[in-house]
């Protein structure tokens, strides 16, 4: 099995900035690609960034410039720096990954159980 732990999210105020971890742990052989995603109150959960284990980034166009999604391979973590925050930023986040690859060649979809970012003021 593989699992997902985010953390780092909170409250912060308009033009403000945090970073989301998450660490992947189990039976992990490869997780090609990792990501992010987030759900605000009464909407659909959307694609907030992805990178691969190359390094390939793909961002929403509602973030880009704004956020940064990096990763260690060694730590199978993934990271998310966000900044100029703004109210509409508020949701829950979740880490991703759409085909986890274990030690035993399974490929499995992984989600984390999510972390709460709050922009207010």
């Known amino acids: 099995q593989v699992q997902l732990v985010e953390s780092g999210g909170g409250l912060v105020q308009p033009g403000g900035s945090l970073r989301l971890s998450c660490a992947a742990s189990g039976s992990i052989a490869s997780i090609p690609v990792m990501g992010w995603y987030r759900q605000a109150p009464g909407k659909q959960r959307d694609l907030v960034a992805t990178?691969?284990?190359?390094?390939?980034?793909n961002y929403a166009d509602s973030v880009k410039g704004r956020f940064t999604i990096s990763r260690d391979n060694a730590k199978n973590t993934v990271y998310l720096q966000m900044n100029s925050l703004n109210p509409e930023d508020t949701a829950v986040y979740y880490c991703?990954?759409?085909?986890?690859?274990?030690?035993?060649?399974?490929?499995?979809?992984?989600w984390g159980q999510g972390t709460l970012v709050t922009v207010s003021s």
């Open positions: 990178i691969t284990n190359g390094g390939t980034t």
């Open positions: 991703h990954a759409p085909s986890a690859i274990t030690t035993s060649w399974r490929r499995l979809e992984v």
